[in-house]
T-cell receptor, first 111, second 110 residues
Framework: NAGVTQTPKFRVLKTGQSMTLLCAQDMNHEYMYWYRQDPGMGLRLIHY???????AKGEVPDGYNVSRLKKQNFLLGLESAAPSQTSVYFC??????????FGQGTRLTVV | GQQVMQIPQYQHVQEGEDFTTYCNSSTTLSNIQWYKQRPGGHPVFLIQLVKSGEVKKQKRLTFQFGEAKKNSSLHITATQTTDVGTYFC??????????FGSGTRLSIRP
């Protein structure tokens, strides 16, 4: 089983550029999440989805957009990247209040 | 909004010593989960507690959920070098989103 797969694994962007991070899960989970992890800050929830076609804001949603057009995919978009968005991004999925499975992470640097 | 605080931020212990991390929520939780993240890795689920006052053990790890369902702790007895990593608690709310604590980074002197 692949579990949760994130692409790309690494990316360097220039300030103002846009990009989309893709998260795919093959466990038929209803819930999907995007987190960012900065040193000493733990995991902060950006956006999440409780089902296909639904999205909701988390703790730090500004500067990001998401879409869940298919149940297995959750996309995170940065419309105009800023250096403050340099971070490691993790996608996770679960089936309601159960164990969350995480992807390997995407290391994003904005210069 | 819901906040989950975790202390301490860092803990450096001698191998063989015990370790404890504490998690406190600003709101009553439906459940609490614990995860471990090895350096350079991704969080991996350890356990979930649901009932008020619940205590669960996994070998040298003991997890507790407070009576009011607003706090939790993870205790490791006689740490080993394989315990190195960051331990996160994660609180489940009625809205089903998972809010993580800031984590406790454990390092160990052999």
């Amino acid at each position: 089983n692949a579990g949760v797969t994130q692409t790309p694994k690494f990316r360097v962007l220039k300030t103002g550029q846009s990009m989309t991070l893709l998260c795919a899960q093959d466990m038929n989970h209803e819930y999907m999440y995007w987190y960012r992890q900065d040193p000493g800050m733990g995991l902060r929830l950006i956006h999440y989805s409780v089902g296909e076609g639904t999205t909701a804001k988390g703790e730090v949603p500004d500067g990001y957009n998401v879409s869940r057009l298919k149940k297995q995919n959750f996309l995170l978009g940065l419309e105009s990247a800023a250096p403050s968005q340099t971070s490691v991004y993790f996608c996770a999925s679960n089936q309601g209040r159960t164990e969350a499975f995480f992807g390997q992470g995407t290391r994003l640097t904005v210069v | 909004g819901q906040q989950v605080m975790q202390i301490p931020q860092y803990q450096h212990v001698q191998e063989g010593e015990d370790f404890t991390t504490y998690c406190n929520s600003s709101t009553t939780l439906s459940n609490i989960q614990w995860y471990k993240q090895r350096p350079g890795g991704h969080p991996v689920f350890l356990i979930q507690l649901v009932k008020s006052g619940e205590v669960k053990k996994q070998k040298r790890l003991t997890f507790q959920f407070g009576e009011a369902k607003k706090n939790s702790s993870l205790h490791i007895t006689a740490t080993q070098t394989t315990d190195v990593g960051t331990y996160f608690c994660a609180g489940g709310s009625s809205a089903s989103k998972i809010i993580f604590g800031s984590g406790t980074r454990l390092s160990i002197r052999p």
